[in-house]
């Protein structure tokens, strides 16, 4: 089973600074099935990066996803007001299924 | 346009049943797997259920596994998921789920339906 660990639980910065989350899985995984989600209240899952470090349809370059093996990193440049969000990693393809990470909270300072 | 609408919500005992449906427009349904992901309140997102475009593999998060049955009409362009016995901590947002672009990205999702399960 994989299990993924994100850190920090609760990250707070201010718009314009850079925010780097982190996943941590329990096993080496195939970064192709890496992805990062965006969450806002009372909204569904947004993807954001899929395969790790691609971004997927419409999201902004401010974005990005790097990592491989058991560590994996969502950057996002430099906050806009709209990035303060939960954010989950999530894997694919093991036990279970589809494996999401406890969340990172961005909030602003 | 892709859309995904949930229902089926709503308030049920402990130890009783319910199923939601998701209403799935805008792609061709019957080529893609489906899923239900969760998320009790508060609290973050948790995989429920995946079937395959033609209902022939079908996967369950391990504890739910003799309770909740996924299903899928492709001629309806409908999924379903069934779901029996249930417990307190099966009070969640239920979303149903498709990765239509990419490999494993879950990239378009419905509103959610709300599930209660109280006395």
């Known amino acids: 089973e994989i299990v993924l660990t994100q850190s920090p639980g609760t990250l707070s910065l201010s718009p314009g600074e850079r925010a780097t989350l982190s996943c941590r899985a329990s096993q080496s995984v195939t970064s192709t099935y890496l992805d990062w989600y965006q969450q806002k209240p009372g909204q569904a899952p947004r993807l954001l990066i899929h395969?790790?470090?691609s971004r997927a349809t419409g999201i902004p370059d401010r974005f990005s996803g790097s990592g491989s093996g058991t560590d994996f990193t969502l950057t996002i440049s430099r906050l806009e007001p709209e990035d303060f969000a939960v954010y989950y990693c999530q894997y694919f393809g093991s036990s279970p299924l589809y494996s999401f990470g406890p969340g990172t909270k961005l909030e602003s300072k | 346009e892709v859309q995904l609408v949930e229902s089926g919500g709503g308030l049920v005992q402990p130890e009783g049943s319910l199923t939601l449906s998701c209403a799935a427009s805008g792609f061709t349904f019957s080529s893609y797997t489906m899923n239900w992901v969760r998320q009790a309140p508060g609290k973050g997102l948790e995989w429920v259920a995946y079937i395959s475009s033609s209902g022939s593999n079908i996967y369950y998060r391990d504890s739910l596994k003799g309770r909740f049955t996924i299903s899928r009409d492709n001629a309806h362009n409908s999924l379903y998921l069934q779901m029996t016995s249930l417990r307190d901590e099966d009070t969640a947002v239920y979303y149903c789920?498709?990765?239509?672009?990419?490999?494993?990205?879950?990239?378009?999702w419905g509103q959610g339906t709300l599930v209660t399960v109280a006395s």
């Open positions: 395969g790790a470090s």
């Open positions: 789920a498709v990765p239509l672009t990419y490999s494993s990205g879950l990239d378009y």
